[in-house]
């Protein structure tokens, strides 16, 4: 009689719904049900651990392992196409007799449309937040030129990588592990781009301003800064990675952010990182005694890389701080003014990639320095070209995805996806058109997605699992670290 009464009592004290509640615990604990402040090691809790729950211990620790692995090939595809746009502008790819970026994003579609074929081609429902805005962005074609070639050009790769790059997470990256792993394809490619920095640097060379690769300055800083903050994360989470070598991979990472001198990867970093301070890890001590640190990291770093940052990067970096404008932001405060102006009088939009001839009254075939194919923001270049509804309608898009993002940040990833999703909209407000600004509807769509709850956890440092609840004859009974294997 005591023993199951005993049961009872263990199986009602570790239930949810018996008036306690159960937290994650951290690396490797677990709580009690009885004191919300007790934590106990798997290790340490009651019972003597059978040879079976050993077994069940060793096979989940190398589960965990093989889901650790830091990227895959799916992954850096995914992200070499996203990013390959800009990479393509110098001179390493010019051997290749097509184009990077259709023969990545043909990749990245058949990687994609083969897991729809493995789900009996069942689109999840969440894209139906992306169809609208596709249908909107037909309407347009009724005005628009296609006798220009950068019109023609930007409808093409609008229909078809762009459209790829928003619809790609929704199969791909359906699970932590899965999103862990692009993150780190991500992060990599910028860290390489950053490392480059920093030996050119080092060179005495750089130019007026940085680059990597063939690179553009702005697209190297965007890669640099997307790396920084997911290391940043790894760093105040002390997750998969060790914190000591995340920080010292985030020092390179901010010279090259500065050394390229783009002012908006620059603020969409530092808003990001104190977004997330602000939002995640400012009431447990430790991570608020990491994150200090990472402060004061980053602060050296930057000092050391504006003493040697090049004479051009330096300049509008001081003259930003000084809230002087350039000729550079100049230009393109006369073209929001101008685009707002044709704005207020073309409610259905004047038709893509018809903002140089319409709205600055461009004539030759070529650019010159004083005009641009598009504003260099996001929302005005889409309300401008493609009308009101559809600008309200990316503005509602951009609001709901922050806050599914903010809502479901309860991992490294998925905080991950919230302040890299605020990153890159401060970025499109800057610089590039809509299809460059690719990465941006890819991270809409990882906020939209969600994440599903097979194949998660990332490493021996993961949080997932940390308990659940197993059926032993017929009763619940707590389970810590997920012992008992699933169905």
Not at 147 to 155: E, L, R, T
């Given at each position: 009689m005591r023993r199951h009464s005993l049961r009872l009592h263990r199986s009602i004290g570790a239930h949810p719904q018996a008036g306690t509640r159960l937290l994650p615990a951290h690396r490797g604990t677990v709580q009690t049900g009885s004191r919300p402040g007790t934590r106990l090691r798997v290790s340490e809790s009651s019972g003597a651990r059978t040879p079976s729950d050993s077994g069940r211990l060793l096979s989940s620790r190398r589960a965990g392992l093989r889901l650790g692995r830091l990227t895959d090939l799916r992954s850096l595809i995914f992200a070499a196409f996203l990013i390959a746009t800009r990479l393509k502008l110098g001179d390493r790819l010019a051997w290749c007799p097509v184009d990077p970026?259709?023969?990545?994003?043909?990749?990245v579609g058949t990687m994609a449309l083969w897991r729809l074929i493995k789900k009996d081609f069942r689109l999840p429902a969440n894209t139906l937040w992306v169809w609208p805005l596709w249908l909107l962005f037909t309407v347009p074609l009724l005005s628009t030129d296609l006798?220009?070639?950068?019109?023609?050009?930007?409808?093409t790769?609008?229909?078809t990588l762009t459209l790829v790059a928003v619809l790609a997470p929704f199969l791909l990256c359906r699970t932590r592990r899965e999103l862990f792993r692009f993150l780190n394809a991500l992060a990599l490619l910028g860290l390489i781009g950053g490392i480059q920095g920093v030996l050119t640097l080092l060179a005495g060379g750089g130019g007026h301003r940085l680059t990597a690769f063939g690179a553009q300055t702005i697209a190297l800083a965007r890669g640099?800064?997307?790396?920084?903050?997911?290391?940043?994360?790894?760093?105040?989470?002390?997750?998969?990675?060790?914190?000591?070598?995340?920080?010292?991979?985030?020092?390179?990472?901010?010279?090259t952010l500065l050394g390229a001198g783009s002012r908006g990867p620059i603020l969409g970093t530092i808003g990001a990182l104190m977004l997330l301070g602000f939002l995640f890890y400012r009431r447990d001590r430790a991570q608020l005694r990491r994150f200090v640190g990472l402060l004061l990291?980053?602060?050296?770093?930057?000092?050391?890389g504006l003493s040697h940052a090049p004479d051009e990067s330096a300049a509008r970096l001081q003259q930003f701080a000084g809230?002087?404008?350039?000729?550079?932001?100049?230009?393109?405060?006369?073209?929001?003014?101008?685009?707002?102006d044709t704005v207020r009088t073309t409610p259905l939009g004047i038709g893509w990639g018809s903002f140089a001839r319409q709205v600055l009254h461009w004539k030759g075939n070529t650019r010159d320095g004083e005009t641009d194919y598009w504003p260099h923001n996001l929302l005005l270049e889409i309300t401008l070209e493609a009308g009101w509804l559809t600008g309200l309608y990316v503005v509602v898009l951009l609001l709901i995805g922050l806050c599914r993002a903010y809502s479901r940040a309860?991992?490294?990833?998925t905080r991950a996806v919230f302040a890299l999703l605020f990153f890159y909209i401060v970025n499109a407000m800057v610089s590039y058109d809509v299809n460059d600004n690719k990465l941006l509807f890819t991270f809409i769509a990882l906020?939209?997605?969600?994440?599903?709850?097979?194949g998660q956890g990332s490493g021996a440092g993961t949080r997932l699992r940390v308990c659940q609840f197993a059926k032993v004859k017929g009763e619940p009974v707590f389970d810590p670290a997920g012992l008992t294997p699933g169905p």
């Open positions: 970026t259709t023969l990545l994003g043909l990749a006798s220009v070639a950068y019109a023609a050009d930007k409808v790769r609008l229909f640099t800064g997307m790396a920084a903050i997911w290391l940043s994360i790894l760093m105040l989470e002390r997750y998969a990675l060790p914190p000591l070598l995340s920080i010292c991979l985030v020092g390179p990472l901010a010279v990291a980053l602060t050296l770093a930057a000092a050391y809230g002087r404008i350039d000729h550079s932001g100049q230009l393109r405060v006369n073209w929001w003014g101008e685009a707002l309860s991992s490294p990833e906020a939209l997605a969600g994440l599903s709850g097979r």
